[in-house]
């Protein structure tokens, strides 16, 4: 079955709606990578529990976007159906695991993000993004105070661990604009009430993490030091993760409409 996968631009709200249904669906899918790959066993469990919150949030979104246009099939061809142009998440989202500090510091710069995005959502004009916001914020402050005692624990930890998750920041900041950077369709939403205004957020985000990094004993990287990198919300990705989504797909791709 054909889907209107391309026309989903010309809906500034189901665009606004795919946006954070892949930031979780994407994220997601690189945190299940890990599987049987954590440190410790405890970690393991965490990590797919994270995991599926996320899977469980995409589902939502997705499901709404497909109840407000029919035309775009279902949640599972929402999720397997479209190719890596009609992905619209952050690239931090795509990253990938890189070793544990890489991994958590990651989660963090996203998980302080999705809350407060989150938490403007739940004020949100239209009432079914209040409500999936409602419902996945319980989840997403839970993500965001183990990611945050990770950080501090290997930031503060030894010098080796220190090392790692320094390094982790230092990468991954070039994506941390983009999370603020809202284009006109996305502002006018913002304008009726119905988007988070990011211009609000970046400040709260930037304290926030600020607050963090100098519990764990981190260095926040110069605006001079990174070359800060954007496109994801417009549907250009890395190459990395056009291979990650071949994988995620390729089941579905096979068998499209399978059950089981």
Not at 20 to 30: I, Y
Not at 77 to 98: K, S, T
Not at 111 to 116: G, N, S
Not at 164 to 190: H, K, P, T
Request: proline share 2%; charged share 20%.
């Amino acid at each position: 079955m054909s889907h209107c996968y391309a026309t989903q631009g010309h809906d500034s709200l189901n665009q606004y709606i795919l946006h954070m249904a892949d930031n979780s669906l994407v994220l997601g899918q690189r945190l299940c990578e890990l599987c049987t790959h954590a440190p410790i066993l405890e970690e393991e469990t965490a990590l797919m529990n994270t995991s599926l919150d996320l899977f469980g949030q995409a589902r939502n979104w997705l499901d709404y976007a497909v109840a407000r246009n029919p035309q775009l099939g279902d949640c599972d061809a929402l999720a397997m159906g479209r190719d890596e142009r009609h992905f619209l998440n952050l690239l931090l989202c795509e990253q990938g695991n890189g070793n544990f500090a890489d991994t958590m510091a990651r989660q963090y710069l996203f998980d302080v993000w999705h809350r407060l995005t989150l938490q403007a959502l739940c004020l949100s004009q239209d009432s079914q993004i209040a409500a999936i916001a409602a419902k996945s914020i319980k989840e997403v402050d839970y993500h965001e105070q183990r990611s945050r005692n990770w950080v501090i624990r290997l930031g503060d930890g030894t010098q080796q661990s220190h090392d790692y998750m320094q390094s982790a920041i230092n990468d991954l900041w070039s994506y941390s604009d983009e999370l603020f950077v809202q284009g006109e369709d996305e502002l006018q939403l913002v304008a009726q009430g119905i988007a988070a205004n990011q211009a609000d957020i970046e400040g709260q985000w930037r304290t926030t993490v600020s607050q963090t990094l100098i519990e764990a004993t981190l260095t926040q990287p110069s605006p001079t030091d990174c070359f800060q990198k954007f496109g994801g919300k417009q549907g250009e990705h890395s190459e990395p993760f056009g291979l990650m989504l071949a994988e995620m797909q390729s089941l579905y791709r096979a068998h499209p409409g399978a059950v089981w």
